[in-house]
């Protein structure tokens, strides 16, 4: 068997079958040997440097509220200028965006109007980050209409009027959608210093890790960090044992949220 460390040799046959189109000659063991294959949508792989669209798995030497954390990065400017934007993926909170509007206490006060809450009533909802906990950014993969932008192959963020139009046209399933309540943001060259002090791994993903927790309703006794999990055992090599070797026993997981 092979050790979490060897690199299978890949026949040249086998290439077609890796799914990232941006994946180097190094990277393809990791995303097409089946040991660490999860199924054949879902890839991922380490990136030597941050950009939109990338997610950031937390190092098993970052705890508390961000132990096992997944975070999306939306906007990132590299030259270290402005900061970075991002929101975190896989804390969802209990309930639908019915459930969670009909809560008036303040940290769940929204700023989507009424008609948005009526049509994604059964939208899935997921804790992004304390910034600007008031608003929701739609998450999607329907593809970039008005007021959206494409942040990762398959993945986009916004344009939650326009999905609303096509879902009353019924084109488009609003649960499918996922509205993402606050978000995070580091300041001009924080993230990368937080990179640098191995808080981070940086990984491309395919989209169905990022929009994992669209249209699925979290039960009692769910992990969300299971999603950690699994994006480390699919980039395989020495990702696949920290996965095996941190991952939670069953008392020790997290139940979906209410707030973090």
């Known amino acids: ?53 990338c997610v950031l798995v937390a190092t098993e030497r970052l705890g508390g509220q961000f132990k096992q954390t997944v975070m999306l990065v939306v906007d990132h400017d590299p030259t270290g200028k402005i900061g970075s934007t991002g929101m975190v993926i896989n804390r969802p909170l209990q309930g639908t965006l019915a459930d969670v509007s009909k809560d008036n206490s303040p940290e769940f006060r929204s700023h989507l109007n009424k008609g948005l809450k009526m049509i994604f009533n059964d939208a899935r909802v997921a804790y992004g980050g304390p910034v600007m906990p008031d608003d929701y950014t739609v998450l999607h993969g329907w593809g970039e209409v008005q007021d959206s932008k494409k942040v990762a192959p398959g993945v986009f963020v ?30 001009p060259n924080q993230l990368q210093h937080e990179i640098n002090s191995g808080v981070w791994y940086i990984a491309s993903v395919s989209a169905d890790f990022i929009l994992r927790y669209a249209n699925e309703i979290p039960k009692e006794g769910d992990d969300p960090n299971e999603l950690w999990y699994e994006i480390l055992m699919a980039m395989g090599g020495r990702f696949d044992q920290i996965a095996r070797d941190y991952a939670q026993r069953p008392e020790q997981q997290q139940k979906p949220q209410k707030l973090p």
Not at 175 to 185: I, M, T
């Open 158 to 187: 916004g344009g939650s009027t326009e999905l609303a139009y096509e879902a009353c046209q019924s084109k488009f399933n609003p649960k499918e959608a996922l509205f993402v309540k606050g978000h995070e943001v580091f300041a």
């Open 1 to 53: 068997p092979l050790g979490p460390m060897d690199k299978p040799k890949i026949p040249k046959s086998s290439l077609a079958a890796c799914k990232d189109p941006f994946a180097t000659v190094e990277e393809i063991p990791a995303l097409v040997e089946p040991r660490i294959q999860i199924d054949s949508k879902r890839w991922a792989h380490q990136l030597p440097n941050i950009e939109p669209g």
